[in-house]
């Protein structure tokens, strides 16, 4: 077994040679090929595509003097971002191995890209490495946006798909906010520096407080003018808030990493530009139903304060303050003699009261009460008494019979014996007993001897 996982089929011919067959030496070959060879990067010249039907791709990589048979896999070509093509000029990552069915030795390919796009994401690489660390990027130098803008600057081209999907969002949204289109081209060689024109322009003039930055996906080649440094020196001394929109969402430029804020797409910071109008009527309308809430709460608070205020004036008034003090004498009054009244009856009824105490604690009827509660008791004694012999009658002639059912004798008196051996023992088996063995039968009137003559079991 090579690497425990193939099983020698080989044969031995007469002469004790040992002799391979094909499939064996195909796999053993391409497990030397996978485990002697690392993961690599291969460049070369795309040819032979072919792509069936069941999504996996394959291809030849070749140079001036030799090729290689390439298969990438439809798990890993999901992820290429752009369609290869005979003749292309590709980097590509992947495993050397064989295809045991036709003994050909092939690539197993895992990542793509396009050869040129290699080179400028080197390029991308190092030029973000170093405006890092001249600090273009912290975002501490971020700046917040305006909660309403006066005015949206967006710089793009005047003819692509972004800058209709930007102003179709910030009329939906905000209508009412004005925008300054500063047109450049977005691709090609002019791209850069008219952006940075544009920027330092739109800087210069101070006529809008948030400026868009946008355009539509692309490659990495397409998007390159948003990764010139010049651009990007161009944002960082900006002083306007600025949003980046470049691309699609999976896209990211040295232009989104130094502005104030990076947008998915170019809708996305239209939408991040300007508050929702709609919204912002429903917040106003429910903020004038607050308000004329509050002012008809104000109003009844005061009427309230008004009136109460008027009858405190009312009740001081000197003709007022003697009809009072009049009706409340007259109340005092009234007061004071029904609280007489009670005093006289209190006290009548705790005399009342205590009369028959006195009563009560006389000798004579202190004498009759014990009498009589002597009497009740000694009723009570006899018949408790009486019923406790009863109980007691009763529970020993139970107990009796109980006693008397459980007894022996009894059991002999019903025509029962007990049967006991030579050595006074009561037998309870027939096991163990010989013929001929004594044995002695008590009844109930009396003992008599006998002899076993025969045993069995019960039948």
């Known amino acids: 077994m090579i690497g425990g996982m193939i099983e020698k089929t080989a044969q031995y011919s007469p002469s004790g040679r040992e002799v391979y067959t094909v499939s064996r030496l195909n796999a053993e070959a391409r497990l030397l090929l996978e485990s002697g060879l690392p993961m690599l990067w291969l460049e070369g010249e795309m040819s032979n595509l072919a792509r069936p039907a069941s999504g996996h791709m394959y291809f030849s990589l070749k140079d001036d003097r030799a090729q290689i048979r390439c298969a990438m896999f439809r798990q890993h070509n999901r992820n290429i971002r752009f369609t290869p093509r005979n003749g292309q000029h590709l980097r590509v990552r992947g495993r050397v191995s064989l295809y045991e069915a036709r003994g050909e030795f092939q690539l197993i390919v895992e990542q793509m890209e396009d050869a040129g796009e290699g080179a400028l994401r080197a390029r991308l690489e190092a030029l973000q490495a170093k405006l890092a660390a001249e600090g273009l990027f912290e975002e501490s130098a971020k700046r917040p946006l305006p909660a309403v803008p006066q005015r949206i600057g967006v710089v793009t081209s005047p003819s692509g798909a972004a800058i209709r999907d930007v102003l179709n969002i910030l009329g939906?949204?905000?209508?009412?906010?004005?925008?300054?289109?500063?047109?450049?081209?977005?691709?090609?060689?002019?791209?850069?520096?008219?952006?940075?024109?544009?920027?330092?322009?739109?800087?210069?003039?101070?006529?809008?407080?948030?400026?868009?930055?946008?355009?539509?996906?692309?490659?990495?080649?397409?998007?390159?003018?948003?990764?010139?440094?010049?651009?990007?020196?161009?944002?960082?001394?900006?002083?306007?808030?600025?949003?980046?929109?470049?691309?699609?969402?999976?896209?990211?430029?040295?232009?989104?990493?130094?502005?104030?804020?990076?947008?998915?797409?170019?809708?996305?910071?239209?939408?991040?530009?300007?508050?929702?109008?709609?919204?912002?009527?429903?917040?106003?309308?429910?903020?004038?139903?607050?308000?004329?809430?509050?002012?008809?709460?104000?109003?009844?608070?005061?009427?309230?304060?008004?009136?109460?205020?008027?009858?405190?004036?009312?009740?001081?008034?000197?003709?007022?303050?003697?009809?009072?003090?009049?009706?409340?004498?007259?109340?005092?009054?009234?007061?004071?003699?029904?609280?007489?009244?009670?005093?006289?009856?209190?006290?009548?009824?705790?005399?009342?009261?205590?009369?028959?105490?006195?009563?009560?604690?006389?000798?004579?009827?202190?004498?009759?009460?014990?009498?009589?509660?002597?009497?009740?008791?000694?009723?009570?004694?006899?018949?408790?008494?009486?019923?406790?012999?009863?109980?007691?009658?009763?529970?020993?002639?139970?107990?009796?019979?109980?006693?008397?059912?459980?007894?022996?004798?009894?059991?002999?008196?019903?025509?029962?014996?007990?049967?006991?051996?030579?050595?006074?023992?009561?037998?309870?088996?027939?096991?163990?007993l010989n013929i001929g063995d004594a044995l002695e039968v008590r009844v109930a009137d009396g003992n008599f001897g006998v002899k076993v003559s025969r045993t069995g079991k019960k039948p």
């Open 172 to 432: 939906r949204r905000f209508p009412a906010v004005p925008v300054r289109i500063y047109p450049v081209p977005v691709q090609g060689e002019e791209a850069a520096p008219r952006i940075a024109a544009a920027l330092d322009l739109a800087t210069r003039r101070r006529d809008c407080d948030v400026i868009i930055l946008t355009r539509g996906g692309g490659s990495l080649e397409d998007l390159w003018a948003f990764n010139e440094e010049i651009v990007v020196r161009a944002i960082h001394a900006c002083d306007i808030p600025l949003i980046s929109a470049v691309g699609h969402e999976v896209d990211v430029t040295l232009s989104d990493l130094a502005a104030d804020l990076r947008a998915p797409t170019p809708s996305g910071a239209a939408e991040l530009a300007v508050p929702d109008a709609a919204s912002w009527s429903v917040q106003l309308r429910q903020s004038m139903s607050r308000l004329h809430q509050l002012a008809r709460r104000r109003i009844a608070r005061d009427s309230e304060k008004t009136g109460w205020l008027g009858k405190r004036l009312d009740q001081r008034n000197p003709r007022r303050v003697l009809q009072q003090n009049g009706q409340t004498l007259d109340e005092l009054d009234r007061r004071l003699q029904r609280a007489q009244r009670q005093l006289i009856e209190t006290r009548a009824a705790r005399l009342r009261e205590r009369v028959a105490h006195l009563e009560r604690l006389s000798p004579g009827a202190t004498i009759q009460r014990r009498v009589e509660a002597l009497s009740a008791l000694s009723h009570r004694l006899v018949g408790s008494m009486r019923r406790r012999l009863e109980d007691s009658a009763a529970g020993h002639a139970s107990a009796a019979r109980a006693l008397h059912a459980v007894s022996p004798l009894a059991t002999l008196e019903r025509g029962y014996a007990i049967v006991f051996d030579a050595d006074g023992r009561a037998l309870h088996s027939a096991r163990g």
